[in-house]
């Protein structure tokens, strides 16, 4: 925006000083019209980009908030102390993961029902050996856990 002052009294001012000092004026309105209107555009531009980023924001809560429910539900049924709203506010979505994962609700390999063998069914029921390992650590993490840690970076950033 441009700033006109006077630098003479206009009483001192003859008629072709005026009338220049009127075309400056004038000059420097019409100036400031277009910066102003070139503001406006630009500040129209980027109101639409905010509701679109605002849209974009509420979109990716809402997926946050549905998979807390989600990963809340299985962790509920795997583990019958809490329902499944009780563990979705107890618990935020990354612990929910890791939790469906280690009680291992998740399995990347599909699964087939094969009928026992011979041996298999004689036996009474499963050994220690076949238990799965009830305290995992935390360095391992399987390729499931990995896979849903990426997903869920890439759509939500840092949850």
Partial sequence: MHEFSLEDPIEEMDEADLRSTLDEFMQKHEENVEDYSA???ERDEFSE???DLEEQVS???ETADQLKAKFAEIVAEESSLFDADEVAERF??????SKADSLG???LVPETEEEPTEEEAEEDGPTFADKPDRAPTAESKSAFRKQ???DLKA???DF
């Fill in 39 to 41: 503001v406006v555009a």
């Fill in 49 to 51: 980009s905010v509701e």
């Fill in 105 to 107: 609700a998740f399995s």
């Fill in 148 to 150: 849903a840690e990426s």
């Fill in 92 to 97: 935020s979505l990354d612990e929910l993961i």
């Fill in 59 to 61: 979109e990716y809560s």
């Fill in 155 to 157: 759509v939500l950033g």
